[in-house]
C-alpha cells in the first residue's frame, strides 16, 4: 500500500477525534466559566424569547443562576421554563421567574422593573438583549416607525437600566451588560433609524460606564454582526458590497458563540468586545481615521445595489 495513502487513513480519524475532543474541552470549559460567574447570582435575560436568549438562559440557569427571564408572550416563556426545567437538574438550579416586558410599550416600563426587583429584592446582572431590525430607505420610513424603532432600542434599555440603578448603587455592586449592534460603531445605508438607535444606546452605555465606576458596577458592552437565525438571512445579507461588514461564519455569529462571549465578558468585565472578523473590525478604524474613504465605500455599495435592481 502507498505509504502516503497510508498515513492520510490514520491521520483522518485523529483530526476528528482532536477536533471533537477540542470542542468537549470548549463546552467544560465554557460551563465552569458560568458556573463560577453567575452560581447563585440574580441574572436578568431581556428578550429571553430570542434564541440568543435562550442559549444564555440555558446557560445560566444550569450554571446555578437565579433567573430572571423577560419577554413579549407569557405563554412562550413559560414553554421555555418548562424546557429548561426538563434539561436540567432541579436539585442544583434555581427556578426561573418570568416577568412580561416590552420595550415597544413604553406605559408599561414602571410596572416590568417593579416586578424585575421584587423577583428578589436585587440583581446582580442584567442582560440587554432587546433588538428590533428595519431595512429600508430613510424617506419611507414613518415618523412613527422611527420612535417605535428608538423604543425598543434606546428608550427601553435607558428606562430598565435607570430603573435598576438604584439599587444596584445602594450595594455598591452590579453589571450591566448590553448586547448590542456592530452598528453602536458604524453606519451602513438604508438602516438609518436602526443605526441611529444603537448608535444612541452604544453612547448611553459608554457614559454610564464612567458615571457608576466609584459605586463597583460594571458596564460592558459586546458588539456583533448579527446573530445567525436562518440560511436565508444570511443568504439576503451577502446581496451588496456593504454585506462584507457582516460575515464572520456563513450564517454570522452563531447564538452559541455570542452566548459563550457574554459569560468570558462577565467572567473577565472586559469593557468592550466586538464579535467581528477582520473587515468590519478594519472598517470601524477607517470610519474613525480615514473617513472619506469609509464614505466612499458606503456610496459604491448604494450605486452597485440599484444597478443590481435595474439589469
Known amino acids: ?31 465552569l466559566l458560568s458556573k463560577t460567574s453567575v452560581r447563585n447570582k440574580v441574572v436578568v435575560i431581556t428578550d429571553a424569547l430570542s434564541g440568543l436568549g435562550k442559549e444564555c438562559a440555558g446557560v445560566f440557569h444550569k450554571g446555578g443562576a437565579r433567573l430572571i427571564l423577560c419577554g413579549k408572550s407569557w405563554e412562550k416563556l413559560e414553554e421555555l421554563l418548562d424546557d429548561l426545567a426538563n434539561a436540567s ?29 421584587e423577583c428578589y429584592g436585587c440583581l446582580d446582572i442584567l442582560i440587554f438583549n432587546s433588538s428590533m431590525k428595519v431595512k429600508a430607505p430613510a424617506q419611507s420610513l414613518s415618523l412613527e416607525m422611527d420612535k417605535l424603532l428608538m423604543d425598543n432600542n434606546y428608550f427601553g434599555p435607558v428606562t430598565l437600566a435607570k430603573g435598576v440603578l438604584p439599587s444596584m448603587i445602594s450595594r455598591r455592586g452590579g453589571h450591566l451588560l448590553l448586547v448590542n449592534s456592530i452598528q453602536g460603531k458604524i453606519a451602513v445605508p438604508f438602516r438609518t433609524a436602526y443605526a441611529a438607535s444603537k448608535h444612541a444606546v452604544q453612547a448611553f452605555f459608554d457614559c454610564l460606564r464612567a458615571e457608576v465606576e466609584e459605586y463597583g458596577i460594571s ?35 452563531s447564538p452559541d458563540e455570542a452566548a459563550a462571549e ?43 445595489a440599484a444597478a443590481a435592481e435595474k439589469m
Open 1 to 31: 500500500m502507498d505509504p502516503v495513502w497510508t498515513t492520510t487513513v490514520l491521520l483522518v480519524p485523529l483530526v476528528v477525534v482532536l477536533t471533537a475532543g477540542f470542542f468537549y474541552l470548549y463546552g467544560v470549559i465554557v460551563g
Open 89 to 117: 437538574d432541579p436539585t442544583a438550579t434555581f427556578p426561573p421567574k418570568l416577568v412580561l416586558l416590552d420595550f415597544g410599550d413604553m406605559d408599561s416600563m414602571p410596572e416590568a422593573i417593579a416586578e424585575i426587583l
Open 219 to 253: 458596564v460592558s458592552t459586546i458588539n456583533h454582526t448579527f446573530i445567525s437565525r436562518s440560511a436565508s438571512e444570511a443568504a439576503e445579507s451577502s446581496r451588496s458590497i456593504w454585506s462584507l461588514l457582516y460575515t464572520k461564519k456563513p450564517l454570522g455569529v
Open 262 to 304: 457574554i459569560v468570558k465578558t462577565l467572567n473577565n468585565k472586559r469593557k468592550e468586545v466586538v464579535i467581528a472578523p477582520s473587515l468590519p473590525k478594519a472598517a470601524i478604524y477607517a470610519r474613525s481615521f480615514f473617513p472619506n474613504v469609509f464614505f466612499a465605500v458606503m456610496a459604491a455599495g448604494v450605486n452597485n
